[in-house]
């Protein structure tokens, strides 16, 4: 990527934008290859969901993902650029895509601020390949023509572009001059007043038969075949009125605030949104991070209770041993890739608002020439939502749940032009489509699993996701 010691703050004005493209385009020219130009502004403080909703177009792509808790927001809608790959080099192939959209990139303003820079927002599915006619591809990432970020007090708006050597320069001045206006003294419209219930009332539909699922993977785990597979389940909530995808998103980040809350649109009028407790891979100044987060019990009613809860799951044999094939799985993975993960000699407890979780971080410093890509394609999917041998585990799933798991449990995240980058997991989520929002729940299957309390956890997770998409 090429960085321009350009500041569009202090050459704010049409005829400064037309120089600044003309050199664009006569780069252009020099190959006759098309630029991508990224424009970087710090901003006053936006809300980047609300944003989101207010220029919302079920017509467009949009990606949107938040920590709450720690002040960390991004989104971004409009397709300047799109790639989309299937099959196991997937990953692969969305790298290289990346690295040859990079080499011919400029950017200019605040590239170095929190978010600043282009960013490549992405989503895979849970498995390398979909039916024809799924919400989404196998794997899709895409650059936006904007985008707004926060991180604490900074926020960040890049506008990108793309330059071809037959530009026309006026048309693509005044786009951005009308962005940068938009985005400068931004106008969120009016809001629906709070008593306001956007989607009327719901009636649920179950999806396939879990009990049934659940004893198949017992047989395959008595059978010797696999050690743990993950086995979800589906229901349908349809409303009587078409429901707004971000409306509801607002509700689960609301209830979840120690969650990833996220939004991935597919361009045809279907969304992807969840609250994720779960991290699969981040990268920051050359460290990974991922976790192992499997095991899981219950929030009590009171804090005698909650402790109680807690300390039985962290001396559960069941649940450290699913804890264990997680944590092994990512160990493995990551080896040849030679890092050198570190971690707890012991799981602790992630504690959301209606369950707990055991919980192991791991951090490595990223080896020369290893791209977060390759650490991405190595975890996904890890035993936490597929199972343990991984690929004898996975291809079960799709028999015995009987429905198609599309983004569920897969990948959403994002890339920056410096090799950062974060992906979380798609689980307690939601396909919403039109009238309907398809949400899933899932459990992990060993050797000791009960059927009734495997059922009984995915409720308990079915509860949490129906409370906050009701409001």
């Known amino acids: 990527m090429t960085i321009l010691p350009i500041n569009p703050a202090e050459n704010a004005s049409p005829e400064a934008l037309v120089a600044f493209l003309r050199q664009c385009r006569e780069a252009a020219r020099s190959d006759g290859q098309a630029r991508l130009v990224s424009i970087s502004l710090t901003v006053g403080a936006l809300d980047p969901l609300a944003v989101l909703e ?44 990346v690295d040859d959209v990079l080499a011919r990139t400029i950017a200019v303003g605040d590239v170095d601020a929190p978010f600043g820079g282009p960013h490549f927002f992405g989503a895979f599915t849970f498995l390398d390949d979909v039916e024809p006619g799924e919400a989404f591809p196998s794997a899709r990432v895409f650059v936006p023509r904007w985008q707004v970020a926060r991180a604490g007090d900074v926020t960040t708006a890049v506008a990108n572009l793309l330059v071809a050597p037959d530009a026309d320069l006026a048309t693509l001045a005044e786009r951005i001059w009308r962005a940068h206006g938009k985005f400068k003294h931004f106008d969120y419209g009016a809001k629906p007043a709070a008593s306001e219930r956007p989607h009327g009332s719901f009636k649920t539909v179950e999806v396939g038969d879990f009990k049934k699922a659940v004893e198949g ?73 991922t976790e192992a987060l499997a095991g899981s019990t219950r929030r009590g009613a009171s804090a005698s209770e909650d402790a109680a809860l807690g300390a039985a799951l962290l001396e559960s044999e069941k649940d450290l041993r699913e804890h264990r094939h997680v944590l092994d799985s990512i160990l493995r993975r990551l080896e040849p890739l030679g890092l050198a993960p570190r971690f707890p000699a012991a799981p602790g407890l992630r504690k959301l608002a209606n369950v707990q979780h055991l919980h192991t971080p791991v951090t490595a410093v990223m080896p020369p020439g290893i791209h977060l890509l390759d650490a991405l394609a190595r975890l996904h999917p890890t035993p936490a939502v597929g199972g343990s041998p991984r690929t004898a585990a996975v291809s079960r799933i799709p028999a015995l749940e009987g429905f198609s798991r599309g983004l569920y449990a897969g990948a959403i995240g994002w890339l920056n032009a410096r090799g950062g980058g974060e992906f979380l997991v798609g689980i307690r989520s939601a396909l919403v489509d039109g009238n309907t929002a398809r949400v899933y729940a899932g459990a992990g299957i060993v050797d000791g699993s009960d059927p009734g309390r495997e059922y009984a956890e995915t409720e308990l997770k079915f509860h949490a996701m129906r409370d906050a998409l009701l409001g």
């Open 54 to 97: 207010a220029i919302f177009e079920p017509g467009e792509l949009h990606f949107y993902a938040e920590r709450p808790n720690i002040q960390t927001t991004i989104a971004g809608a409009e397709a300047v650029l799109t790639h989309e790959a299937s099959g196991p080099e997937r990953f692969d192939s969305v790298r290289r895509f």
């Open 217 to 289: 993977g017992l047989d395959a785990i008595a059978g010797g075949l696999v050690k743990k597979i993950v086995l979800a389940r589906a229901q349908d909530m349809q409303a009587d009125v078409a429901l707004h995808p971000l409306r509801l998103l607002n509700g689960l980040r609301e209830r979840f605030p120690g969650c990833y809350s996220f939004s991935v649109a597919n361009g045809r009028g279907q969304s992807f949104i969840g609250a994720s407790p779960e991290r699969l891979v981040r990268v920051s100044k050359g460290v990974l991070e």
